[in-house]
């Protein structure tokens, strides 16, 4: 049966007072830029490196670029640069961050595309961040692990007001409608068919899917910035 556990009140108004504070004050992935720059500035190719870039160059019939150039570090050291700067990337991801950084294959990275990386990169660990903190209060106001289970709005809509105000909720609550709408037009668009019945349950907002709850943060997000 679809419920809000009542032992889990305290519990809910923690995880979600975290996921609507992280909403509010949308903090960056981590990956600080000027801390960024004093590791790229550190492991920077010395003059001897960049001469045999330059005669590698010459040797294949192209313009040698390396030691009067911007600095450039080794595309093969990005985990280790990483590493410096406290994230501890995976071998798919490093791969993809590789190709971006080493945009034309010669394994060295300039300051730009290494900027370039690492505010990807932060972005993408703010997005896993933000998800990670909405499945714990989804779960923690009765939801389920699988994302199956749907939510009683009463419990979040009484929580957003504490933390963050009538108009939050209002805002909030907007999202989760909107939310709704998709999902019955995407059943529409698939050709099926609602009845009277079947469509007012899908509007229902008393009960809150993980969609509804994700548009409901991003609603709150988009208010408060």
């Known amino acids: 049966r679809l419920r809000f556990v009542p032992e889990k009140g305290c519990a809910a108004r923690r995880v979600f007072a975290s996921c609507s504070t992280h909403l509010q004050t949308m903090v960056s992935g981590g990956l600080d830029l000027s801390h960024a720059e004093t590791v790229f500035t550190n492991h920077t190719l010395d003059k001897e490196s960049l001469e045999k870039l330059d005669e590698a160059r010459v040797a294949r019939g192209e313009e040698?670029?390396?030691v009067d150039g911007p600095p450039v570090v080794d595309a093969a050291e990005l985990r280790v640069l990483f590493?410096?700067?406290?994230?501890?990337?995976?071998s798919k991801q490093l791969f993809e961050l590789v190709q971006m950084a080493d945009e034309d294959g010669e394994g060295t990275v300039c300051w730009e595309r290494f900027k370039l990386?690492?505010?990807?990169?932060?972005?993408?660990l703010d997005r896993q961040r933000k998800q990670k903190l909405l499945s714990e209060?989804?779960?923690?106001?009765?939801?389920?692990?699988?994302r199956e289970q749907s939510i009683s709005s009463a419990a979040l809509l009484a929580i957003t007001t504490d933390f963050l105000g009538p108009e939050a909720t209002a805002a909030g609550l907007e999202g989760a409608v909107a939310s709704k709408?998709?999902?019955?037009?995407?059943?529409?668009?698939?050709?099926?068919?609602?009845?009277?019945e079947d469509e007012a349950e899908m509007k229902n907002t008393e009960l809150l899917s993980f969609e509804d709850l994700e548009s409901y943060a991003s609603a709150l997000a988009t208010r408060v910035n």
């Open 137 to 146: 209060a989804y779960v923690a106001l009765g939801g389920s692990q699988d």
């Open 83 to 90: 590493l410096e700067m406290g994230d501890e990337v995976e």
């Open 117 to 124: 990386t690492v505010k990807t990169r932060s972005e993408w």
């Open 181 to 196: 709408q998709k999902a019955i037009q995407v059943v529409l668009d698939m050709g099926g068919q609602l009845d009277e």
């Open 64 to 66: 040698p670029k390396y």
